[in-house]
């Protein structure tokens, strides 16, 4: 008897027509999924192939515009450094006190006019001292002559004889002498004596005062700081400005200047010329040294020596310059570009010289002919040699993904 935990043995036999039935069927399943899979995937990548195709054989849409002509006048803008006409430190030419001061910082003084008073008893007595030499020798002088004269008087009776009248007119001649040279020592103490009085050089502004009433003055004490006044002539003021190399030639003597204060006088401008230059220039900076004359003669004389402002020159143009909007501008190593669009419309990179900046355009100095179509705005994504499709800035920006036409080119392809 057989137990129900046996396998049985006599199990009926699968046909071969079977499995090939069945390995039919999961042959054509699996590629059933395989072709499901695999298809879309394969459209997907077509598509996409020809979309970068199709992006690649696009030329890129550019705005262009051309150089502009111009004769308006430059506005020249350059730092300006104001300086008093004159501007002179007094210094104390003998030794002695300071006994008084007669004007203080700020004061306003004429040519002449007393400033101070020094006490110098010493000097005072060195020129006593002297006229009183003076006034021995004049005598020693007058006797020698009358002493000459009267010995020549003996002349006709052979009471002299010619030695002692050559030593009588030699005393006569070494008193003059002595004569001449006491009134020099008086003269030399008088001038020393005038140099305590301190009058003003020139018309003009006290800056400075250094010393109190009984101070000790030296005349050897010249450093800075040791002066007893600092005088400025105000009423004229002599205004440095450092021209570019560029614009020094088209600069002219007596051509009006604006003055600009804008941290004083913001509204206000003052009119001055062009007086001097150096008439060379400075090897390292390549500017030339210009000094403009202002008048600062308004009652609150509000120029002030030392002020920093803005010179403002109006340059007449001899020629037409060309200007660019400053968008077209490419920043780069070796200095600025532009980038231009050639017969075959391709992008060549330029390299130009700017001048004066005017906002929304700039001068082009040199680099350009005027004939040139420049692309308005630049992208970072064009290079040297590419076609683009170049389209008039008049016309407006191109909606994305729309090629120009052949007519919007200012150049047809060849």
Request: charged share 20%; hydrophobic share 40%; aromatic share 6%.
């Amino acid at each position: 008897m057989e137990t129900s935990g046996n396998i049985p043995v006599d199990l009926p036999k699968i046909s071969k027509r079977t499995l090939v039935v069945v390995a039919g069927v999961m042959l054509l399943a699996m590629l059933g999924f395989f072709i499901l899979g695999f298809w879309p995937r394969h459209v997907r990548m077509r598509e996409r192939e020809a979309m970068a195709q199709e992006i690649r054989n696009e030329r890129p849409i550019v705005q262009v515009v051309r150089p502009k002509t111009t004769g308006n006048p430059v506005e020249l803008n350059l730092p300006a450094d104001i300086h008093a006409y004159a501007a002179t430190a007094l210094y104390a030419r003998i030794n002695g006190y300071l006994a008084s001061w007669k004007v203080d910082i700020n004061d306003r003084v004429k040519k002449d006019d007393l400033m101070a008073l020094i006490s110098a008893p010493e000097t005072d007595a060195d020129l006593e001292q002297a006229q009183a030499n003076l006034n021995q020798q004049q005598t020693n002088y007058e006797l020698a002559v009358a002493t000459d004269q009267r010995y020549r008087g003996l002349i006709p009776t052979r009471g002299v004889t010619q030695q002692q009248l050559d030593q009588y007119h030699s005393a006569v001649e070494q008193a003059r002498a002595n004569v001449v040279s006491a009134a020099a020592a008086v003269d030399r103490f008088k001038a020393l004596v005038s140099f305590e009085r301190i009058t003003a050089p020139f018309d003009g502004v006290v800056t400075a005062r250094n010393f109190d009433v009984g101070a000790l003055v030296s005349a050897s004490n010249i450093g800075p700081g040791q002066e007893l006044f600092d005088v400025a002539e105000d009423d004229l003021l002599r205004v440095l400005v450092d021209v570019p190399q560029a614009y020094s030639p088209q600069i002219q003597f007596d051509q009006p200047v604006t003055l600009v204060l804008e941290q004083n006088y913001p509204e206000h401008q003052f009119v001055g010329s062009v007086k001097r230059s150096a008439g060379t220039l400075d090897p390292v900076t390549r500017t030339l040294r210009t000094e403009l004359d202002f008048k600062n003669d308004d009652p609150l004389h509000r120029i002030f020596p030392g002020m920093f402002g803005k010179a403002i020159f109006t340059i007449k143009r001899d020629h037409p310059a060309l200007t660019i909007p400053t968008s077209a501008l490419l920043f780069e190593a070796d200095g600025k570009q532009v980038a231009l669009i050639d017969r075959d419309n391709k992008v060549h990179f330029q390299k130009i010289a700017p001048g004066s900046d005017y906002g929304t355009e700039i001068e082009v100095i040199a680099g350009l002919r005027g004939d040139e179509l420049i692309v308005a705005n630049p992208s970072e994504q064009l290079t040297e040699g590419v076609v683009v499709s170049p389209v008039s800035s008049a016309q407006g920006n191109p909606s994305p993904g729309n090629e120009a036409h052949s007519d919007s080119a200012p150049f047809p392809n060849r």
